[in-house]
């Protein structure tokens, strides 16, 4: 019901910025949760960072606090992930996600309905 497709990824160096972008077709869009999660080679897949549907609240991982931004443009259909001052560990596969989280489970991928098919984010120190 909501594909979800993301871009933006890349190879940079730490210290470097990049905005990731996901685009979404769906016409109740602004009723959703959105997320990023993120996986590493050899690690499980981890939430990022979650923004409610009005864009009202945010939420971080402890690892990326500080230094990702999460936002949304409900009138584009469109959320991104402002990332600053990269660091090697931030290296994985991105991925978009929608939903109706309930009880403040915005860490857990079952909270998740609709999943982009990501994006490869390399950061080279």
């Known amino acids: 019901q909501v594909q979800l497709v993301e871009s933006g990824g890349g190879l940079v160096q730490a210290g470097d910025s990049l905005r990731l972008s996901c685009a979404a077709s769906g016409r109740t869009f602004s009723s959703y949760a959105m997320a990023w999660f993120r996986q590493a080679p050899g690690k499980e897949r981890e939430f990022v960072s979650g923004?409610?549907?009005?864009?009202?609240?945010?939420y971080y991982a402890d690892s990326v606090k500080d230094r990702f931004t999460i936002s949304r443009d409900n009138a584009k259909n469109t959320v991104f992930l402002q990332m600053n001052s990269l660091k090697p560990e931030d290296t994985a596969v991105y991925y978009c996600a929608a939903g109706r989280v309930l009880f403040g489970r915005w860490h857990s991928e079952t909270s998740y309905d609709y999943w982009g098919q990501g994006t490869q984010v390399t950061v080279s120190s």
């Open positions: 923004i409610s549907g009005s864009g009202g609240s945010t």
